[in-house]
């Protein structure tokens, strides 16, 4: 049974590009959330899908976008990148959108900005 | 709004012996989840245990045990028999489900490390 699958592992991009992350959740899960985690802190929640819409999000500015798939993957995009989003990326899945859901989390996607 | 405070930027602990981790809490909603993750050097973020706030007994899954003090709205992790494999940051993560969404706010994170 896979687990939460995330690509790259590893990305390095210039000051002003645009980045895409890819997830794909753990089977049966339908529910993904995305998580920023800057280099000595804890992750921060970005926003979360379920049914291929946004259902929560964090204080995140809107260069930060996502998308669902109907097979439940999903896409983390970064607009007009600064060198402040270098850090670690990490998608969790999740069975459904409630509170009692257990996250599952992938490796992370490690992004620099140069 | 929830927070978490994990105060312990590093600790440093012998093989075999026990070690606590601190962690606490904010939150006014009665109803909440409290979690410990285990993040190795890979960058996964890996499930170790889970307290309910209603829940009345603590919350043990191995060598973890959480000791869960309410009413001064702590949650430390306590590894027993500490081994090698165990260095790794810790994070400590609060879930509201009355949100209706199963999104985490996380501490800082500790920084074990285990020595032979």
């Known amino acids: 049974d896979a687990g939460v699958t995330q690509s790259p592992t590893h990305l390095i991009k210039t000051r002003g590009q645009q980045v895409t992350l890819r997830c794909s959740p753990k089977?049966?899960?339908?529910?993904v959330s995305w998580y920023q985690q800057a280099l000595g802190q804890g992750p921060q929640f970005i926003f979360q899908y379920y049914e291929e819409e946004e259902r929560q999000r964090g204080n995140f500015p809107d260069r930060f976008s996502g998308h669902q798939f109907p097979n439940y993957s999903s896409e983390l995009n970064v607009n007009a990148l600064l060198l402040g989003d270098s850090a670690l990326y990490l998608c969790a899945s999740s069975l459904g959108a409630g509170g009692n859901a257990e996250a599952f989390f992938g490796q992370g996607t490690r992004l620099t900005v140069v | 709004a929830q927070k978490i405070t994990q105060t312990q930027p590093g600790m440093f602990v012998q093989e075999k012996e026990a070690v606590t981790l601190d962690c606490t809490y904010d939150t006014s909603d009665p109803s909440y989840g409290l979690f410990w993750y285990k993040q190795p050097s890979s960058g996964e973020m890996i499930f170790l245990i889970y307290q309910g706030s209603y829940d009345q007994q603590n919350a043990t899954e191995g060598r973890y045990s959480l000791n869960f003090q309410k009413a001064r709205k702590s949650a430390n992790l306590v590894i027993s028999a500490s081994q090698l494999g165990d260095s790794a940051m810790y994070f400590c993560?609060?879930?509201?489900?009355?949100?209706?969404?199963?999104?985490?706010?996380f501490g800082k994170g500790t920084m074990l490390l285990v020595s032979p």
């Open positions: 089977s049966g899960h339908d529910t």
């Open positions: 993560a609060m879930r509201d489900p009355n949100s209706g969404y199963s999104t985490l706010t």
